[in-house]
């Protein structure tokens, strides 16, 4: 098993632009997250799915979309990039209900200039 | 929601010295209580978690215990190595999804 996979790992945008955040996992996970980490600020959520077809906001949603259209994949949008998006964002999956175990992918780190 | 605040921000031990992790959250409806590990540059990875039903849970040098009373729980690190610096997070939930603690970047000095 591959686990969480994100890609890019790393990306520089300009002020406006958009761009995708890829995020897939194999391990059959009904649940999957977005956060976002800034330094000293730990991790927050900013969406997250609880199956296919089902999303739903979390801590800081704005200036963010997502998608969930297989079990597999939970891409994150972002639109008209803004400095304040500059983060480190990570991807994760858990099977759900008790089993609770978040599995994280090995993040991106997001630059907007 | 939920809040979890977490102390200290920054803790340093030395190599052999235990260390102590603090966390307190708001929702007494939060179930699940795990910690997770972040090397520099790397993901979060869990490594120990308890759920509201144990009070207190140990895997070899670790360990965790819960006040659900008090709601508060904390990670404790025995005969620490230099391997066990990094930052260190506590999670609640009822059930799903996570909500963070801010984090602690242990230092252990040899």
């Known amino acids: 098993n591959a686990g969480v996979t994100q890609t890019p790992k790393f990306r520089i945008l300009k002020i406006g632009q958009s761009m995708t955040l890829q995020c897939t996992q194999d391990?059959?996970?009904?649940?999957m997250y977005w956060y976002r980490q800034d330094p000293g600020m730990g991790l927050k959520l900013i969406y997250y799915s609880v199956g296919a077809g089902i999303t739903d906001k979390g801590e800081v949603p704005n200036g963010y979309n997502v998608s969930r259209s297989t079990t597999e994949d939970f891409p994150l949008r972002l639109e008209l990039a803004a400095p304040s998006q500059t983060s480190v964002y990570f991807c994760?999956?858990?099977?759900?209900?008790?089993?609770?175990?978040?599995?994280f992918g090995q993040g991106t780190r997001l630059t907007v200039v | 929601g939920e809040n979890v605040e977490q102390h200290p921000s920054t803790l340093s031990v030395q190599e052999g010295d235990s260390a102590v992790i603090k966390c307190t959250y708001s929702?007494?409806?939060?179930?699940?209580f795990p910690w997770y590990k972040q090397e520099l540059g790397k993901r979060p990875q869990l490594i120990i978690d308890i759920r509201s039903n144990v009070g207190e849970k140990k895997d070899q040098r670790i360990a965790v215990t819960l006040n659900k009373t008090a709601k508060h729980f904390s990670l404790h690190i025995t005969e620490t190595q230099p391997e066990d610096s990094a930052v260190y997070f506590c999670?609640?939930?009822?059930?799903?999804?996570?909500?963070f603690g801010k984090g602690t970047r242990l230092s252990v000095i040899a």
């Open positions: 929702d007494s409806a939060s179930n699940y």
């Open positions: 391990m059959n996970h009904n649940y």
């Open positions: 999670a609640a939930s009822i059930d799903t999804p996570l909500v």
């Open positions: 994760a999956s858990s099977y759900g209900g008790r089993d609770t175990e978040a599995f």
